[in-house]
């Protein structure tokens, strides 16, 4: 282009930072829309200009090379992320050829070079296995941490943010996490720095002029553009910890809005210890964010055909991980501990198995209707009575110990409301019992269910032990979780893990768990058994996780079917035993089923129960 002339096209961000402006001289209209039809999200805005998402044009920049006009100017922020995304492409190539050829990358960090780069500030102890994520992950622009929950992975990721503000490159750090995590990550700073950085949520509204700013997923998308503004006024790393909750990608709201701001970070890091609990599918969307645009190619290629152990091997050079026999924890006491039903909540049960076990044709066999026959069933197992309408999905059952005796001539709905006042739910009995017997011991237990007319059911019932309790409806769930850390008087914590499962720490205060029921989503119950079970246990402990199943119902389908799961999450990535899975849709949505849950739990409603 000669000096004066106006270029044909003009290439910028829009006011968000999210999006790409392409912007044209009036004899170039017509290539605009060209131009703009081939990009997935390209859009005309006006008769010279269109828009495209920023991931989708650094996916396919080379798009541009067919313009044919007199000269393309871009803007130095765009020109910056696409020169980037061009050099992330380059390396990623070369570290999986040398991966493959089993060469060494040039210029590798060495654990043994760690701690020199982490500065005079850095106070926190790391372990072998520690020095050797952090070498690693500092050996790339942007990487992925697998290691297994309990690892350390939120000291690791501190250690690599100190080193690349040691070195310069880094200045501010985002952290998008579970708020239940937000308080792992203020302890571990205050425990790693000698003068910590200083830490600030996320608010409506506003952003923090802080170091370090933390943010919810549910935030995400409301808060973007404030985002990229923080993300784009210095170096940032960003950092996306507990990643699988945008395992959707771009199809998820959490995954599109982790997508837009990820190019605009100057380091990237996920942080996830189940990165594929459904398949390769959920693997290629955080490695996606990790490597958008051209380097989202090496990516597809390792896990197009859903076989994860080939795209383990393939992958390893860009992800680190610390498996579960690497930490050295002693063992866990894993327990599953049959229950029978008595009398009435048998027929019960049974009488509901018979309610939907006729009513399945090939149009009645979906997802979200049978997602809702598990959750009955599930309930069931536990107490029929939960079934009944309450004033609140809150409100505890009244039960009556000692039991009455059952009048004969009682209808099922009767009995389903009065159940509590004839039998109690073997279920809580054994909690009951156990819980007990802990507290004689001086042990605290911690006891999940899904529902939380069960937590406040148990509550009342537990009451003697002074319980804490924790669900989504808690207005006061950090002072419960201090109360059961520190009061010598509150031997048991009650709560779900949708809320609890991920980001907490409990191993110091807890080791005795149990399950009064669960579904079948494997990566949530991982997490929530973690969190009694992680690094800084000392070697003595026994840690007991006590899984109740009631007998004939439909626990034992979803205990056979999450044996099958967690034998390929703890195959996944490096360990022995790697299986390929079909893509199930997304594990909150439908409680965890994929087709072959679906299966079972058909299996069960059309066998009926075996009443023993």
Not at 165 to 182: D, H, I, M
Not at 206 to 221: G, P, Q, S
Not at 366 to 391: C, D, H, I, N, W
Request: include cysteine; hydrophobic fraction near 40%; charge should be negative.
């Amino acid at each position: 282009m000669s000096s004066g002339e106006e270029p044909s096209l003009r290439i910028g961000f829009d006011v968000t930072h999210t999006k790409v402006i392409l912007h044209v001289i009036p004899e170039f209209r017509e290539h605009l829309v060209h131009l703009a039809a081939r990009y997935m999200t390209g859009e005309q805005t006006a008769q010279l200009v269109a828009e495209v998402d920023l991931e989708d044009f650094l996916a396919n920049i080379s798009l541009l090379y067919g313009w044919t006009g007199p000269g393309v100017k871009f803007e130095p922020a765009v020109a910056a992320l696409a020169e980037g995304s061009v050099r992330d492409a380059q390396a990623i190539d070369a570290r999986l050829e040398a991966g493959a050829s089993g060469e060494d990358v040039k210029g590798e960090v060495r654990p043994d070079d760690v701690l020199d780069r982490l500065g005079a500030d850095w106070s926190g102890p790391l372990t072998e296995f520690q020095l050797r994520d952090i070498a690693k992950l500092l050996s790339l622009t942007h990487g992925a941490n697998f290691s297994v929950p309990g690892a350390g992975k939120t000291r690791t990721t501190l250690a690599v943010y100190a080193a690349l503000r040691e070195a310069g490159t880094a200045q501010r750090l985002l952290v998008v996490s579970p708020k239940s995590a937000y308080e792992a990550w203020q302890e571990e700073s205050r425990l790693c720095f000698t003068s910590p950085p200083a830490f600030e949520v996320m608010e409506k509204g506003r952003t923090a002029a802080a170091e370090v700013l933390l943010v919810n997923y549910e935030r995400l998308k409301q808060s973007k553009a404030k985002l990229a503004d923080w993300l784009s006024a210095a170096p940032s790393m960003l950092v996306l910890d507990e990643a699988h909750r945008m395992k959707l990608g771009v199809r998820g709201a959490y995954g599109a809005a982790c997508m837009t701001l990820g190019p605009l970070a100057r380091h990237r890091l996920i942080l996830t210890g189940t990165p594929a609990p459904n398949g390769a599918k959920d693997l290629e969307s955080l490695l996606s964010f990790v490597w958008p645009g051209h380097g989202r190619r090496s990516v597809d290629r390792a896990v197009a055909g859903g076989d994860l152990a080939y795209a383990s091997r393939v992958l390893r050079p860009l992800f680190t991980r610390t498996t579960k026999n690497e930490l050295g924890l002693p063992p866990v006491e894993f327990r599953m501990q049959p229950v029978q039903l008595p009398p009435v909540h048998r027929k019960l049960y049974d009488a509901l198995i018979g309610k939907y076990a006729g009513e399945w044709d090939e149009e009645a066999q979906q997802f979200e209707r049978l997602g809702k026959v598990l959750v009955y069933l599930m309930m069931a197992a536990t107490s029929p009575a939960l079934l009944s309408e309450g004033l609140s999905r809150h409100e505890p059952l009244p039960f009556h110990i000692p039991p009455l005796s059952v009048p004969d001539d009682d209808s099922l709905s009767a009995l389903m409301r009065q159940l509590p006042e004839y039998e109690i739910s073997p279920k809580y009995d054994y909690v009951i019992r156990k819980v007990a017997a802990n507290a004689k011991l001086g042990r605290k237990t911690l006891v999940w269910s899904t529902f939380v007319r069960n937590l406040t059911s148990l509550g009342d019932i537990l009451e003697r032990f002074s319980p804490a309790v924790v669900h989504g409806g808690t207005a006061d769930r950090e002072e419960q979780i201090q109360r059961f850390r520190n009061d010598p008087d509150c031997m048991v914590l009650l709560s779900n893990p949708a809320t609890l499962g991920e980001g907490i720490s409990l191993h110091h205060d807890c080791h005795d768990a149990i399950y009064v029921d669960r579904n079948f989503a494997a990566g949530g119950f991982l997490q929530s058994m973690d969190r009694i079970h992680r690094l800084g246990l000392a070697p003595d402990t026994k840690t007991q996780i006590t899984v109740l199943v009631a007998d004939g119902t439909v626990d034992e389908i979803v205990h056979e079917r999450l044996a099958l799961k967690l034998e390929f999450i703890g195959g996944i990535l490096d360990d022995p035993a790697v299986r390929q899975l079909a893509d199930p849709l997304e594990e909150e949505e439908h409680w965890g089923m994929n087709a072959a849950d679906l299966a079972a739990l058909l299996g069960h409603l059309k066998g009926g129960s075996s009443s023993r």
